[in-house]
């Protein structure tokens, strides 16, 4: 099998985790994961992969769409959190993942090597996409509103969103003298 970005650069077995096989480009460092390996060594594991203190990540990703090196077919994008652009493929049809450079290091990073599974579900995009959201509305009423004047606002909106009588706080707050 030969690289998707590299070109006539064959994919090579490797170890990208004790007992996690993977096909490796030795020029790119991208990897191809069979997500049938993935599940057979992620229900084997006993306790969580950590990251290595003190470890410099190189991480790329690769915004062009990818052919799978099995079958041809164009592999689906899938972004794998909310602090990060990097994006994972997925070719449906062969079950392979395509982790560029880095990638597999970002999600033990993150702590998502258990979760591979989960970040190609429809639940999983969704939730990234919310978080997204919240994140630009907080930002963006902190640079309306300054640092301090946020802090307050949004312990404020802490303690009205657990509070039994919310609407009656925010039509209180809405009244004018």
Known sequence: MNCPQCKGYTLEPTEIEPGLLAAQCQKCQ???????????????QEKLCEASEGETLVIEDNVKAQVCP????????????????NRLDLCAGCDEVWLDKGEWQLLRML?????LQKIFTDAWQRSIRVERQVLFQKSRYQSLLGDDGFGLVD????????HEHRADILQYLTIRY
Request: glycine share 6%; hydrophobic share 30%.
């Open 30 to 44: 991208g990897a191809l994961l069979s997500l049938m390996n993935y599940r057979y060594w992620s229900d084997r």
């Open 111 to 115: 702590d998502h090597q258990h979760n």
């Open 155 to 162: 312990e404020f909106k802490a303690y009205l969103d657990g």
């Open 70 to 85: 099995k079958c041809t077919r164009l592999m689906t994008k899938f972004q794998i959190g909310a602090s990060t652009t």
